[in-house]
Nanobody
């Protein structure tokens, strides 16, 4: 069974940092693009960042550029999202997702992604 499991969410003060993890089971992420998405209460789910395994190409939403960093550990079959300088508006449930992508860039359109995790809550508040 193909599964993605997010972890690392929690409560953090503005300006703080968190690192989210997305671990895959039942398949290898070697041939997949992996993306992070988020959904705040009352808002639509939006793309945050993505990475392609073959050449580690990445993409970021403008709202998080310079603050978030996506990376992957192929040996652990895991993708990470390092979130720094967090703001209250970053509060949301964060999801990781994957679709098969061998080469080229990845996108942040929800419709491209086939496999989804259950999400992890991130709350930025003082």
């Amino acid at each position: 069974q193909l599964q993605l499991l997010e972890s690392g969410g929690g409560l953090v003060q503005p300006g703080g940092s968190l690192r989210l993890s997305c671990a895959a089971s039942g398949f290898t992420l070697d041939y997949y693009a992996v993306g992070w998405f988020r959904q705040a209460p009352g808002k639509e789910r939006e793309g945050v960042s993505c990475i392609v395994r073959s050449d580690s190409r990445t993409a970021y939403a403008d709202l998080v550029k310079g603050r978030f960093t996506i990376s992957r550990d192929n040996a652990k079959n895991t993708v990470y999202l390092q979130m720094d300088s967090l703001k209250p508006e970053d509060t949301a449930v964060y999801y990781c997702a994957a679709y098969m992508r061998l080469y080229g860039s990845c996108g942040l359109s929800l419709s491209e992604y086939r496999y989804w995790g259950q999400g992890t809550q991130v709350t930025v508040s003082s």
